[in-house]
C-alpha cells in the first residue's frame, strides 16, 4: 500500500503481509477511505489464506470448519480497526454469509474453501472500480442537468474521496474525474481538510497529478467560497449513510451542508451501496470515532496548543438527510436521500 501518512512529501510503499499489517495500517491512517480500509482488510485475509497461514489444510468437515473458525476470527479483528467505515462490516457480512452457503457443499474440501473466498476477495477490486466509474457518470450527470447547455462548472470537495480512497477513480472524485473527462469541469475546490489535512496532502496531490485545475482552501474558507467563487455543487464522499439517508463524513462535512443549504448550492454525497447501512436507522446510530487529542495539538512533532489543553477530536460528523440536497450518488444513480431505505 502508498503510505498516505507520508504525502505529499515521500512515495513510500509498504508491504502488507496479513492481518496484523493491515490492522496498523488502518488503524494509523496509513491508508485510509471507507472503499479502501475494506479492500485492504479483506486482501489482508486473502494473503494469509493464500500463505496456509489458518491451518485448516484438511479434507473433509473438520478442515472446513476450522477454516470457518480462523476467518470468522481474523474478521472481528479487523473490524476493531476502525470503527465507523461500514464497508468493511458489509462486506464482513457478505464473505460470512457466502463462506456458510459454499461450507455445506456436498464434497467441499477446505482447499476448494479457501480459494473461493480468495477469488471473491479478489473480485471486490474490480467491482470498486466499476462502481466508481458509475457513480461519476451519474453524478456529473445530474450536475450538468442543473447548470446551461456547455457551461462547465466549479466543485468544492472536502477530505479525499479519490484513488487513494478507492481501488481508484474514486466516488466523489469520480464525479470530479468524470466532469473533467467531458470537458466540463471548471475547477475543483478541495478544502485541507483538518487536522489530517487529507484535502491538502492527498486530493490536491492526485489532481494536480492527473492535470486537473484545482486550488486548495482553508476549511475555514468554504462559506466564503461559496459565496465568491460561483461554486455549481458540493460534493462529498461518505463513511456510512444510514437508511433514512444521514450521513457520516470526515469532520467538517456537516458545516459545509449547512452553508451549501444557505447559497442554494446543490450536496452531493457520492458512496457505493457498499457505504449503506440499512440496519441503521438514522444518523443517531452511527458510531463516531474519535482521535487522540495530539492529532490536533500537534503537526509533525510542532506543538500548535497549550499542554494540558482539554481536546474533542472527532473523526467524522452526521449530516442530516434533509441537507443532502443534490442526493446520494450510488452505483445505481443518484437517489434522494429518503429513498435510500427503499432500494437497499
Known amino acids: 500500500i502508498l503510505n498516505q501518512l507520508l504525502l505529499p512529501e515521500q512515495l513510500r510503499y509498504e508491504r502488507v503481509d ?3 499489517r493491515a490492522w496498523k495500517a488502518i488503524n494509523s491512517m496509513e491508508v485510509r ?3 479502501a480500509i ?3 482488510a479483506c486482501l489482508s485475509l486473502a494473503l494469509e489464506l493464500a500463505a496456509g497461514a489458518d491451518g485448516a489444510d484438511g479434507d473433509g468437515g473438520d478442515g472446513v470448519a476450522a477454516l470457518e473458525a480462523i476467518v ?3 474478521l472481528r479483528f479487523l473490524l476493531t480497526a476502525r470503527p465507523t467505515a461500514v464497508n468493511l462490516h458489509r462486506e464482513a457480512e457478505r464473505l460470512r454469509e457466502l463462506l456458510r452457503g459454499w461450507s455445506r457443499s456436498p464434497g467441499i474440501t477446505a482447499k476448494e474453501l479457501r480459494e473461493r473466498i480468495i477469488e471473491h476477495i479478489e473480485g471486490l477490486l474490480a467491482k470498486d472500480r466499476e462502481d466508481n466509474e458509475s457513480i461519476g457518470a451519474h453524478g456529473a450527470r445530474d450536475i450538468l442537468r442543473r447548470v446551461p447547455a456547455g457551461a462547465t462548472v466549479t466543485i468544492l470537495t472536502h477530505c479525499n474521496t479519490g484513488s487513494l480512497a478507492t481501488a481508484g477513480y474514486g466516488t466523489a472524485l469520480g464525479i470530479v474525474r468524470a466532469l473533467h473527462g467531458q470537458g466540463r469541469l471548471r475547477r475543483v475546490l478541495c478544502t485541507e481538510t483538518r487536522p489530517y489535512n487529507q484535502g491538502s496532502r492527498l486530493t490536491a496531490f492526485e489532481l494536480l497529478h492527473d492535470n486537473i485545475p484545482v486550488t486548495l482552501i482553508a476549511d475555514s474558507a468554504a462559506a466564503a467560497a461559496m459565496r465568491e467563487c460561483g461554486v455549481d455543487a458540493v460534493v462529498v464522499g461518505a463513511d ?4 433514512n439517508g444521514d450521513t457520516a463524513n470526515k469532520i467538517g462535512t456537516f458545516q459545509l451542508a449547512v452553508a451549501a443549504r444557505h447559497h442554494r448550492v446543490p450536496f452531493y454525497v457520492a458512496a457505493p451501496s457498499s457505504s449503506c447501512d440499512p440496519a441503521l ?4 446510530h452511527i458510531p463516531i470515532e474519535e482521535r487522540p487529542g495530539q492529532e490536533l495539538t500537534h503537526l509533525q512533532g510542532l506543538c500548535l496548543a497549550p499542554p494540558g489543553i482539554d481536546v474533542w477530536n472527532p473523526a467524522f460528523d452526521v449530516t442530516p438527510h ?3 440536497t443534490g442526493g446520494v450518488v450510488t452505483e445505481w444513480g443518484v437517489l434522494p436521500p429518503g429513498d435510500l431505505g427503499l432500494v437497499l
Open 240 to 243: 456510512c449513510v444510514a437508511a
Open 33 to 35: 477511505g471507507a472503499p
Open 38 to 40: 475494506a479492500l485492504v
Open 72 to 74: 470468522d476470527q481474523r
Open 281 to 284: 436507522p438514522s444518523g443517531a
Open 322 to 324: 434533509d441537507l443532502i
Open 18 to 20: 496479513g492481518a496484523e
